[in-house]
């Protein structure tokens, strides 16, 4: 079955330390995972796709095929960082959504 | 350019009344996708439209909902007979024409309309 996993339900974290949002999926074949982030207030954006292999904001994001995981990392969080972040699978025509992690950042 | 516009923002139905969404892509953009998320869930994808077109909608419930892309005018997701879980937000996304043989996913979401259902 095609599944995006996001265990964290809220991640806080103080300004300055390093962050790791989870995100594990299954499927069959050769995936596209992304990361989406939903600021308060705002429309969802995407962040960024595994296949670009870039950083956006400091965050970075590596697939890992032998895990099945595509973890959202960022070495020193900022408060400006607060928000839902979605991991998402290419799956055909759609994207399978996780359930998503609230990141709260504090000073 | 405005971006993927949704309107309502919010809209309140009774139990039994229609709703209807509206989601108008980013100009250029001739692709469209509905999806919903429920209450402490992700966003599950209902409906893929070209104009005209239904491309793929697995995502739909069998009964009560629909969806359109006119020739002109916005996308419409319709819902009939509106019950108390229908409650949920709607995101609409668009995106370009995909290269051959593959998907776009990086597409832009719009804002969102949030059904209440009373």
């Known amino acids: 079955a095609q599944r995006v996993t996001q265990p964290e339900k809220l991640l806080s974290v103080f300004k300055g330390a390093p962050v790791e949002l989870k995100c594990n999926y299954s499927y069959s074949g050769s995936p596209e995972l992304f990361w989406y982030v939903q600021y308060s207030r705002q429309r969802l954006q995407l962040l960024l796709r595994h296949i670009s292999r870039e950083s956006i904001k400091g965050f970075t994001a590596d697939l890992n095929k032998g895990e099945t995981s595509f973890h959202l990392k960022k070495p020193f969080a900022q408060e400006e960082d607060s928000a839902m972040y979605y991991c998402?699978?290419?799956?055909?025509?759609?994207?399978?959504f996780g359930k998503g992690t609230t990141l709260s950042v504090s000073s | 350019n405005a971006g993927v516009m949704q309107n309502p923002r919010h809209l309140v139905r009774r139990r039994g009344q229609e709703a209807r969404l509206r989601c108008s892509p980013m100009?250029?953009?001739?692709?469209v996708y509905w999806y919903r998320q429920l209450p402490e869930e992700g966003l599950k994808f209902m409906v893929y439209?070209?104009?005209?077109?239904?491309?793929?909608e697995s995502g739909m419930p069998k009964e009560r909902f629909s969806a359109e892309f006119p020739k002109e005018g916005p996308s419409i997701l319709r819902i009939q007979q509106v019950v108390r879980g229908d409650s949920a937000a709607y995101f609409c996304a668009s995106s370009p024409q995909p290269g051959q043989g593959r998907a776009n996913y990086g597409y832009t979401f719009g804002s969102g309309t949030r059904l209440t259902v009373v």
């Open positions: 439209l070209q104009k005209e077109n239904i491309i793929d």
């Open positions: 998402a699978l290419g799956a055909g025509t759609a994207l399978i």
């Open positions: 100009k250029g953009h001739s692709h």
